[in-house]
């Protein structure tokens, strides 16, 4: 097949140029015996070097498919209309028709016992929804296949997800941006239906007296995540809003919230993909935003135990601020978090001021003493101090036990600890030099090699 230009709707049926005939006949050939493997009787017939007919393989890849024997792959590009007539015609010829399937499996919303269904009309009403979209003309739209029996628009069917029934409305076939009104659906349709307002994708729809939760897609994980800043001042709620929005209709986009560095965040398949995430946020609900770089989350903590007191006195003419609170400063193992001791005697701080010591500390545990990050895995033991009758309060203990702290956390050799991932790479034993070399730039350290099968070598290693 030769496509002559980019976007061209069609292509031309050419013969195969005579230096790639070698090629494309070793590649079919491989192929036809894949194939031929999967039907004994096909087998017998290639060995005995009997003509084989495009009607029998292409019969013995459609079983072979169906039974899971063969998993075929097509290549095709969307972006230069390459290839798509002939995926098309593929699903047409080759692909299982939903009565072909296997019985569908799930499982009882509250039991959780097993249970399974038989695709076709004659069975309950089963609905899996796969994709969620938000319309401009009438709002959420909800997108499903039907894995079993038939439904008709303005029913009332459940959602067993989150046990509630739903009144579905028109139900519609989309046809690009049309959408085409139909008075049903059966097994195997996917169709569209709006204003849904319990259900969400990945959600099950189904007949309440065949109540049944379907297995739900599984999205892969995302492989970037870029920091969300808005252009405008006074954006950041339409942005929250708009990237929920998002989220809620393409699954495998993400936002959260980081605490440590207080950037909103969000993730996705790869540069192009955020880019049209941050196009389409643009379009629908008129906000622009910049990507940058996510900022590292630094931790901060020290090396050695120290000790500091500090005493906060205020004098104001009426009543003061007295404070005075002895601190002593430890280091803990990684991942050990923080601890706040009190070994104070002798009644040297009222036991009412203690809880406002601690607070003191924690606060600073969130604002970082050297860079502005976090505190973590280290003891904060609060031994002595001294009070007053009259002038000593919660606020002045805190801001004593703040200082203090501040004071011994920079006598206690404090250092910044750097996020360290743990990483496998699988390649092939040629690429080992290069893989190693990229892991080295990045400061890498490479903790071991292990062989695997199929001249695969595993490179284990730590990278910041």
Known sequence: YLYVEKGSPGFQETDI?????????????????????????????????????????????????????????LPASAVKNIGVELILD?????????????????????????????PGS???FTALVFKTTADPYVGKLSL?????????????VYNPNKEKLEKLGQLYFLRGKNQTPVPSAATGDIVAVAKLTETSTRDTLCDKDSSIILPKVEYPATVISMAVEPKAKGDEEKISSGLSRLAEEDPTFQIHQNLQTRQLVISGMGEQHLAVMVERLKRKFGTEVV???PRIPYKETIKKTAKAEYKYKKQTGGRGQYGHVFLELKPRGRGEGFE???????????????????????????EGVIAGYPVVDIS???????????????????????????????EAEPVLLEPIMNVQVASPEEYMGDIIGDLNSKRGKILGIDRGEDNLQTIKAQVP
């Open 17 to 73: 140029p005579p230096e790639m005939d070698s090629e494309v006949n070793a590649y079919r050939n491989q192929l036809v015996e894949r194939i031929v493997e999967t039907e004994d009787e096909l087998l017998m017939k290639y060995l005995e070097g009997e003509e084989i007919s495009q009607e029998e393989m292409t019969g013995a890849l459609r079983s072979a498919i169906i039974s899971r024997k063969l998993t075929p792959v």
């Open 340 to 366: 706040f001791l009190d070994t104070i005697f002798g009644g040297a701080i009222p036991r009412s001021f203690v809880p406002a010591v601690e607070k003191g500390v924690r606060e600073v545990l969130e």
């Open 122 to 124: 004659d069975s309950p």
């Open 144 to 156: 499903f296949r039907v894995y079993s029996g038939q439904v008709a628009s303005d029913t009332a």
């Open 90 to 118: 593929y699903i047409a010829s080759c692909l299982p028709s939903p009565v072909d399937r296997e019985e569908i499996q799930g499982v009882h919303p509250i039991t959780k016992e097993v249970l399974s269904l038989k």
């Open 291 to 293: 990507l940058t770089t």
């Open 380 to 410: 904060a033991n609060v031994y002595d101090g001294s009070y007053h009758t009259v002038d000593s309060s919660e606020m002045a203990f805190k801001i004593a036990s703040s200082m203090a702290f501040k004071k011994g956390f920079l």
